[in-house]
């Protein structure tokens, strides 16, 4: 560490270290420095270079450099398990962008690795940090909806070209894969391990072609969470619904911090992300008074940065990794028997 901060060094240095991550970690300073980032061929035509980071075509320079603490790896998840068990055996602690790695026996052996090192080690989840899924939150725990009953979660879009420009099929190329991550993840961060999960995941375009449409159920004794998601949505489904026994939310829109980060509008703007009164969701109950409600909730705000937040109290103040290697696997494993009968 240097000043206390956090030395960190990135592998990769495409849309995922310059959108989803670098802009989250400028913005703690007092935490964190960047020191170098790697990638095999450096060019600056869409990605400003940062000040006062090195960039390099060698990555050795990150390995072998004794004051990097952290390497983060934001390369296409083909390259995931070879950097990380690089970046662990260099004695590096290990954040990994989504999806973590292509299959859940090369999850345990990075994990077996982290943990024989003594080493912080995690897949990227930065949904779990989404508006949206913040304030569903806030309403389950408000208690305005009573018990739960059912969840549906939407992750949607009208983007037929991408299935239609895939002529294999490929697990680790799945929608479940690249997408299904974020949700799931979400469930097991809240909820837990499901009683049991229906499956069903499909290739709209015939056997031999992309997945391009996912839902499961995963089932938690009364309540049943519904994970959907499809590349054929011309209209997106509300991202959440949430029924309980005295009334339900709908969170229309999803979360804003993707939407402004592709307009290169970042978070050090004050309104980055943020609810307008438009995008607000709606919770409908009926009180104990036996009184009708109907209400707009505002938005709690999201923060992709607050994985960096949780590496750093892990690391550093040696609180509880957030998200754990046994939430991590989990989520891997419901992925692989959704796409096993696939070909």
């Known amino acids: 560490m240097i ?12 849309k995922s270290a310059n959108r989803y991550h670098i802009p989250f970690v400028l913005q703690r300073p007092d935490r964190f420095l960047i020191k170098k980032i790697f990638d095999i061929h450096v060019s600056h035509d869409l990605w400003s270079a940062i000040d006062g980071v090195e960039y390099c075509e060698d990555v050795e320079a990150l390995l072998h450099d004794p004051q990097i603490d952290m390497i983060v790896i934001c390369t296409t998840h083909h390259f995931h398990y070879q950097y990380a068990k690089m970046v662990l055996e260099a004695g590096k602690h290990c954040l990994v962008e989504k999806p973590f790695m292509e299959n859940s ?28 899924f913040l304030t569903v939150q806030k309403v389950i725990e408000s208690g305005k909806l009573g018990d739960l009953l059912e969840l549906e979660m939407h992750f949607d879009y009208f983007r037929p070209e991408v ?12 929608y479940l894969y ?3 991550c974020h949700t799931l993840d979400q469930v097991i961060s809240y909820f837990g391990k499901p009683d049991y999960i229906h499956y069903d995941v499909r290739q709209l375009l015939g056997e031999g072609r992309m997945n391009d449409y996912f839902d499961l ?77 109907e209400e707009k909730v505002p938005s ?33 494993e419901i992925i692989e028997i959704g796409v096993k009968e696939l070909k």
Request: with cysteine.
């Open 3 to 14: 000043d206390h901060k956090l030395v960190l060094g990135y592998i990769g240095n495409g």
């Open 105 to 132: 026996q090369q999850a345990k052996e990075i994990f077996t690795l982290a943990n024989q090192k003594g080493l912080y080690c995690s897949a990227y989840q930065n949904r779990r940090y989404d508006s949206d």
């Open 163 to 174: 299935p239609e420009n895939v002529h294999q099929f490929d697990p680790a190329m799945s």
């Open 178 to 180: 690249g997408h299904g």
């Open 217 to 293: 159920d995963l089932y938690y004794g009364i309540l049943k969470i519904s994970v959907k998601s499809s590349y054929f949505r011309i209209k997106e489904r509300p991202s959440f619904i949430v029924y309980g026994k005295k009334g339900m939310f709908i969170k229309q829109t999803k979360d804003r911090q993707e939407e402004h980060l592709k307009l290169f509008y970042m978070p050090d703007h004050p309104d980055f992300g943020k609810d307008t009164p438009a995008h607000f969701g709606v919770l409908t109950y009926i009180d104990d008074q036996g009184q009708y409600h």
């Open 300 to 332: 709690v705000d999201g923060d992709y940065g607050r994985v960096y937040d949780g590496i750093y109290d892990c690391i550093v103040h040696h609180q509880p990794q957030i998200i754990t290697h046994d939430q991590t696997l989990m989520q891997m």
